[in-house]
């Protein structure tokens, strides 16, 4: 079993940047794809982006694509979320997530294990 911490969130303006990461300790990361997911206050647990376990794939929620970067440090069992531009709407609880079997993985019941998340608030 693995056991996920997320850090990095705050508070930052409109048109800012932020790097949440999520460290893992228990097992070796290297053997989980790994995902990111958000949550609103009111609304459901939405995907953000995920990575494969070799880390050669990435992939993104549309409403991320092209502000946000997944990326991944097997040798220090850590992954990563480069958030840049980021609005209002992306506020929320930043979870990070791991899961046992290969392919991508858009909906939280495809994944194993989480973190506690990490807030993000992102003023106008």
């Known amino acids: 079993q693995v056991q ?3 850090s990095g969130g705050g508070l930052v303006q409109a048109g800012g940047s932020l790097r949440l990461s999520c460290a893992a300790s228990g097992r070796t990361l290297s053997t989980y794809g790994m995902g990111w997911f958000r949550q609103a206050p009111g ?3 939405e995907f953000v982006a995920g990575i494969v376990r070799s ?3 990435t992939y993104y929620g549309d409403s991320v694509k092209g502000r946000f970067t997944v990326s991944r ?3 220090k069992n850590t992954v990563n979320l480069q958030m840049n531009s980021l609005k209002p ?3 929320g609880v930043y979870y990070c997530a791991a899961r046992r079997t290969y392919g991508l993985a858009r909906t939280p019941p495809e994944y194993d294990y989480w973190g506690q998340g990490t807030q993000v608030t992102v003023t106008s």
């Open 43 to 45: 609304k459901e647990r």
């Open 89 to 91: 709407e992306d506020t």
């Open 73 to 75: 440090d097997n040798a």
């Open 4 to 6: 996920l911490v997320e």
């Open 55 to 57: 880390g050669i794939a």
